[in-house]
Nanobody, 123 residues
């Protein structure tokens, strides 16, 4: 079973940009959908964006559109680029995968999860 590992989190300041990476233990198959979620303390896990390896289409949260961009190298890494970071973006960011040609931002349908990478704001 493919394993996922996120990286790229750390200390950030408002207005900065950040690129998170999600590396898989094997090459992506074209029937995979890879998504990014985030979870802030005391809040539910929130779907951010999804990338379909089959269609190359993306699906992003309506409330987060514009500052978050998902992409993939089509080998084994998916990225989440975050522009103009805001304090509300502080969270643990997870990538997840499922066997599907279509995207979803529902956490319950994803079967493989990475351990997460922390994004923390500093003044």
């Amino acid at each position: 079973e493919v394993q996922l590992v996120e990286s790229g989190g750390g200390l950030v300041q408002a207005g900065e940009s950040l690129k998170l990476s999600c590396a898989a233990s094997e090459f992506f198959k074209d029937d995979l959908a890879i998504a990014w979620f985030r979870q802030a303390p005391g809040k539910e896990r929130e779907g951010v964006s999804c990338f379909s390896m089959y269609t190359s289409r993306t699906l992003s949260s309506d409330s987060l559109k514009g500052r978050f961009t998902i992409s993939s190298d089509y080998n084994n890494t998916t990225y989440l680029h975050i522009d103009s970071l805001e304090p509300e973006d502080a969270a643990v960011y997870y990538c997840a995968a499922m066997t599907s040609t279509r995207c979803s931002l529902s956490a319950s349908v994803y079967t493989i999860w990475g351990p997460g990478t922390q994004v923390t704001f500093t003044s």
